[in-house]
C-alpha cells in the first residue's frame, strides 16, 4: 500500500481518539484520525527560530508550499515573534507583514490556513481574506473582541496558556500546580469562547509550552499531557525548538531537531493531536511512527 508523507495508512495511524473533526471553514482536520502537523511560518525579522528568514511574501508563500509537500496538514502563519522578552507590534506592522502571504496561500493551499494573533483586528482581516483559524497565544486574554470575532467567521480558534506577556512571561513564573492550574485556565477560557458563539467543535486547546514555564514547567506539562483530556477538546502542542530543549541539550537553536523529535513523540503519545513544528519532514516521521506504536498498544 502506498501513500504519501501527508497521508500515510488509515490502519496504521487511526488513534481513535473519538473527537469529532476540528471545524477549520473550509478544510476540518480529522483529529482522530492520525497526529496532525502545523507547519510554522514567521514572517518576522527577530522570531528566535528563523526570523527574517521568510519576511519577503514570496519566500514565504515558497516555504509554505515546500511544508505541504512535506507533508505539512495546516500552515501557521505568525507576524509578531512571542519569544520570551519579545516587544509588541502595531496592528499596521503586523498586517503589513502577514497580509500578502495570506492572500496568496488562502487561494493556493488545499489546506487551513492559520494566523497567530492575539488582536482581533488582524484575526479579522485574515480572515476576511479566507484563513481558516485563530492560534490565539494569549487563549482570549489580550483582546476581549477576539471570541466574536472568530465566532462570527465561522473559523477554528486555538486557545493557549500563558502566563503573563511575550514580554515579561519568562520572568518567574511560579505554580504550585502546573497541570491543574493550566487545565482550569483553558476551561474557563473554552466556556468564554462557546459563551461568545465559537463553535465547541471548533475550538483546540494549546498548554502553552514555553509560555511563561519554566524547564521542569515544561517538561511536566508533556509527560502529564494525557490530564487535559478531560477538557474534551483537540489537544495542540508546540514544543519544536524551544529554549527547554536547549537547557536540557546544552544546545543552540539550530541543533535542536532531537531534542524536538524527543518532545513531539512524547506529545502524541500522551494524547496531543496537533504538533506544530518547523522542521516538517522529520518530524512527520516522527509522528507516523508514534502514530503507529500508539495504535499497536490499543489492540
Same mark, same amino acid.
Given at each position: 500500500?502506498?501513500?504519501?508523507?501527508?497521508?500515510?495508512?488509515?490502519?496504521?495511524?487511526?488513534?481513535?481518539?473519538?473527537?469529532?473533526?476540528?471545524?477549520?471553514?473550509?478544510?476540518?482536520?480529522?483529529?482522530?484520525?492520525?497526529?496532525?502537523?502545523?507547519?510554522?511560518?514567521?514572517?518576522?525579522?527577530?522570531?528566535?527560530?528563523?526570523?527574517?528568514?521568510?519576511?519577503?511574501?514570496?519566500?514565504?508563500?515558497?516555504?509554505?508550499?515546500?511544508?505541504?509537500?512535506?507533508?505539512?496538514?495546516?500552515?501557521?502563519?505568525?507576524?509578531?515573534?512571542?519569544?520570551?522578552?519579545?516587544?509588541?507590534?502595531?496592528?499596521?506592522?503586523?498586517?503589513?507583514?502577514?497580509?500578502?502571504?495570506?492572500?496568496?496561500?488562502?487561494?493556493?493551499?488545499?489546506? !487551513?490556513?492559520?494566523?497567530?494573533?492575539?488582536?482581533?483586528?488582524?484575526?479579522?482581516?485574515?480572515?476576511?481574506?479566507?484563513?481558516?483559524?485563530?492560534?490565539?497565544?494569549?487563549?482570549?486574554?489580550?483582546?476581549?473582541?477576539?471570541?466574536?470575532?472568530?465566532?462570527?467567521?465561522?473559523?477554528?480558534?486555538?486557545?493557549?496558556?500563558?502566563?503573563?506577556?511575550?514580554?515579561?512571561?519568562?520572568?518567574?513564573?511560579?505554580?504550585?500546580?502546573?497541570?491543574?492550574?493550566?487545565?482550569?485556565?483553558?476551561?474557563?477560557?473554552?466556556?468564554?469562547?462557546?459563551?461568545?458563539?465559537?463553535?465547541?467543535?471548533?475550538?483546540?486547546?494549546? !498548554?502553552?509550552?514555553?509560555?511563561?514555564?519554566?524547564?521542569?514547567?515544561?517538561?511536566?506539562?508533556?509527560?502529564?499531557?494525557?490530564?487535559?483530556?478531560?477538557?474534551?477538546?483537540?489537544?495542540?502542542?508546540?514544543?519544536?525548538?524551544?529554549?527547554?530543549?536547549?537547557?536540557?541539550?546544552?544546545?543552540?537553536?539550530?541543533?535542536?531537531?532531537?531534542?524536538?523529535?524527543?518532545?513531539?513523540?512524547?506529545?502524541?503519545?500522551?494524547?496531543?493531536?496537533?504538533?506544530?513544528?518547523?522542521?516538517?519532514?522529520?518530524?512527520?516521521?516522527?509522528?507516523?511512527?508514534?502514530?503507529?506504536?500508539?495504535?499497536?498498544?490499543?489492540?
Amino acid at each position: 500500500m502506498s501513500s504519501s508523507p501527508g497521508h500515510p495508512p488509515e490502519a496504521v495511524t487511526a488513534s481513535g481518539t473519538g473527537l469529532p473533526p476540528l471545524r477549520c471553514r473550509r478544510f476540518p482536520l480529522d483529529v482522530a484520525a492520525r497526529t496532525q502537523i502545523m507547519g510554522v511560518l514567521n514572517v518576522t525579522p527577530d522570531s528566535f527560530s528563523d526570523g527574517g528568514r521568510y519576511l519577503d511574501p514570496g519566500r514565504a508563500v515558497e516555504h509554505a508550499h515546500r511544508m505541504v509537500e512535506e507533508g505539512a496538514d495546516l500552515i501557521d502563519v505568525g507576524g509578531e515573534s512571542t519569544r520570551p522578552g519579545a516587544q509588541p507590534i502595531s496592528v499596521e506592522e503586523e498586517l503589513r507583514r502577514v497580509l500578502p502571504p495570506v492572500r496568496r496561500l488562502a487561494g493556493e493551499l488545499r489546506v !487551513p490556513l492559520s494566523v497567530d494573533t492575539y488582536k482581533a483586528e488582524v484575526a479579522a482581516a485574515v480572515l476576511a481574506e479566507g484563513c481558516d483559524l485563530i492560534n490565539d497565544i494569549s487563549g482570549l486574554g489580550f483582546d476581549s473582541r477576539m471570541a466574536s470575532v472568530v465566532a462570527e467567521a465561522g473559523a477554528g480558534l486555538v486557545l493557549t496558556h500563558i502566563r503573563g506577556t511575550p514580554r515579561t512571561m519568562h520572568e518567574d513564573p511560579r505554580y504550585t500546580d502546573v497541570i491543574g492550574e493550566v487545565r482550569e485556565v483553558l476551561r474557563e477560557r473554552i466556556r468564554l469562547a462557546e459563551a461568545h458563539g465559537v463553535h465547541p467543535e471548533a475550538i483546540a486547546v494549546d !498548554p502553552g509550552i514555553g509560555f511563561g514555564k519554566r524547564v521542569e514547567h515544561n517538561l511536566l506539562l508533556l509527560e502529564r499531557l494525557s490530564e487535559l483530556k478531560i477538557l474534551g477538546k483537540p489537544m495542540l502542542v508546540g514544543p519544536s525548538r524551544k529554549s527547554f530543549i536547549g537547557t536540557v541539550l546544552g544546545l543552540p537553536v539550530e541543533d535542536r531537531v532531537e531534542g524536538t523529535a524527543a518532545a513531539v513523540a512524547v506529545a502524541i503519545w500522551q494524547g496531543a493531536q496537533i504538533v506544530r513544528v518547523h522542521d516538517v519532514r522529520v518530524m512527520v516521521r516522527v509522528a507516523r511512527m508514534t502514530d503507529a506504536m500508539r495504535r499497536a498498544s490499543a489492540v
